[in-house]
């Protein structure tokens, strides 16, 4: 698996190899003991899966507080999206910081996101699925969201965004009081 650093301290992209032949194709998506020989030792305990149906479609930016924070591992299922992490934490040098990367079917790329970011994808496809691992099991009571549009993300749309009623009624990133604060290692 090729793991690649990004310009946010702890957010990789992980791209596992593809084995192929004339009926398709196999890869390993996660593998616990390869991974941790890199360093990267997540317990995910709960998989999602999110179907888009129009291009377009933003959902995010989401979070979830402690002490339910959530670690992900982003891949796209079919079609395609622009996935982003935004830095939360309290403290951290690169606070209100994103980095974006473009998830495909084709490119069998994967974001892996730990806590104290924001998350949150946008479809470049109609018909885009999304498939998530997560370190934590979603509690309700610890969800949270920043608005899309106030952090500075240079969002690839090519119309207005779909969103839900919660991901347009969310704070601005100015207005928010984050919950994560950033720990030197």
Known sequence: MQIEQTALPGVLILTPARHGDARGFFCETWNRARLADHGIEIEFVQDNHSFSQARNTLRGLHFQAPPDAQAKLVRCGRGALFDVAVDIRKGSPSYGRWVGVE????????????????????????????????????????DGAVRWDSCGIDWPLSDAPVLSTKDSAAPPLAAFDSPFTWTQS
Not at 131 to 137: F, G, P, Q
């Open 103 to 142: 998830l495909s079917f084709e490119n069998g790329r994967q974001l892996l996101i730990p806590e104290g970011f924001l998350h949150g994808f946008v479809t470049l496809t109609d018909e885009t699925e999304i498939v998530y691992k997560c370190s934590d099991y979603y509690a309700p009571q610890s």
